[in-house]
């Protein structure tokens, strides 16, 4: 199983197989194959509603998600485009509030595919063309676009004129594709993923940022001025205060806003960054009334997400299970200040072989009452010997989730987390698909 995953549609199927034989060609950067790609499908992102571009290394999907219920909560309708899917494809691409259905799905991959085949595309180029087509087409008052991998070379960074960029948190991963040696780019590793993010900002654009360490808060704003892009940097330009509610201000004034739903401090932050670029656009209005209504109604799932009644969670009765498919340092750190005033926790980690170890059991540390790693389904993972060094506690094995579920000691909660392909494994199987 590799990220285009598998269908119930024939039709579908068909050209997630004809995806599954695309990859990125060795040494190949830049925005060239996916600029001729889309010439060739008449230029769709020429052709969208406002744009909402958001990049990060950890918040910028749920940022995406503000975003969407804020205008939605205002009776607008939205096209949403966010990565990776966790059980099926249909997620990376929501027209008109709805996820695609499979029959356009299959017509617009398709048409990609076959305008493109001499270009040799990746999976990448062709998933974002097919969205772009998808969101030319159907009618919608806004577009909210998330970022993939990084910002410069992300095939959706051909957008000309979005309404407002914005950045979410910075951190280190990926770092194979976005510390790659390179003249004339920052050297120090944040300060590197800084302006890889930050090229998603465009000349005369607000580019709405959190606060950062000093190199890469500098990088940011270094970027910004040489692209000509309008940077909006939270601490300087906008406020936002997290106690009992979020205490937002900027120029244009001051809210009081409730908290999220969606569990997590770090979430109240992603919430603030998507009101500041609200704020700090001009295309769509939107009312104070409804970014209080969307912040409450976001649900964004395998974040920090508690599971439901169903088949794995009943394998291990009277406990809260936790699902995150974080697997940086940051997302081990969000992790770690929810858990630290929940119950002590038994881990069931699967990561890829090519993330840290310790992104998740280190900041964890005394809170981890068991550790078992399990597979991460369809791709190289670690090993439980990796774990060893950052756990206080033994390492165990087990072949799947449901295994270490029936295997875990008496007492405390349970958290899964280390990849999103796991996640949404988790989530087929406790019958909890995202719609």
Not at 14 to 36: E, K, M, Y
Not at 59 to 79: D, I, N, W
Not at 288 to 316: E, K, Y
Not at 414 to 424: E, M, R
């Amino acid at each position: 199983m590799k990220d285009f995953a598998i269908s119930d549609s024939p039709a579908v199927q068909a050209q997630l197989d004809r995806l599954g034989a695309l990859s990125v060609p060795q040494g190949r950067l830049g925005l060239d194959t996916i600029r001729a790609l889309l010439a060739r499908l008449d230029h769709p992102e020429r052709h969208l509603p406002p744009v909402f571009h958001v990049a990060g290394t950890n918040g910028k999907g749920s940022t995406c998600t503000y975003l969407r219920f804020m205008l939605e909560a205002q009776g607008l309708t939205v096209h949403t485009a966010t990565k990776p899917h966790l059980v099926r494809y249909n997620e990376r691409i929501r027209l008109a509030g709805d996820l695609i259905d499979d029959e356009l799905l299959a017509s617009l991959l398709a048409e990609a595919l076959d305008v493109g085949e001499d270009l040799a595309p990746s999976f990448f180029e062709v998933t974002t063309a097919a969205m772009f087509l998808g969101f030319a087409r159907v009618a919608a008052d806004a577009c909210v676009i998330e970022t993939g991998l990084g910002g410069r070379f992300d095939a959706t960074n051909v957008l000309d004129g979005p309404a407002v960029c914005g950045i979410a948190t910075l951190g280190i991963d990926h770092e194979a594709f976005l510390l790659v040696p390179e003249a004339g780019v920052p050297q120090e590793p944040l300060a590197r993923i800084a302006f890889e993010k930050a090229c998603i900002g465009k000349a005369g654009v607000p580019l709405v940022t959190q606060t950062y360490p000093d190199l890469p808060r500098r990088a940011v704003a270094d970027t910004a001025a040489t692209i000509g892009a309008i940077h909006k940097l939270r601490g300087r330009d906008w406020h936002a205060e997290i106690g009992h509610m979020i205490a937002y201000r900027d120029a244009k004034g001051s809210l009081n806003l409730p908290l999220p739903v969606l569990p997590g401090l770090h979430q109240a932050d992603n919430a603030a960054l998507a009101v500041a670029m609200v704020r700090h656009q001009d295309a769509i209005a939107v009312s104070p009334a409804a970014m209080a209504s969307g912040v409450v109604a976001a649900r964004w799932p395998a974040r920090l997400q508690r599971l439901g009644h169903g088949p794995l969670t009943a394998l291990a009765p009277d406990r809260l299970i936790w699902l995150d498919g974080g697997h940086n340092p940051d997302a081990g750190a969000a992790i770690a200040r929810h858990l630290a005033d929940q119950e002590p926790v038994h881990v069931i980690m699967g990561m890829l072989a090519n993330k840290d170890p310790a992104a998740i059991l280190a900041p964890l540390g005394t809170r981890v009452l068991s550790v078992t790693i399990v597979p991460a389904p369809g791709h190289d993972a670690h090993h439980p010997e990796a774990f060893a060094p950052f756990s206080a506690v033994p390492v165990s094995s087990a072949p799947d989730v449901a295994a270490a579920l029936r295997a875990l000691p008496q007492g405390g909660d349970v958290l899964i987390a280390g990849s999103l392909y796991l996640a949404g494994d988790v989530l087929r199987r406790n019958h909890e698909i995202p719609d």
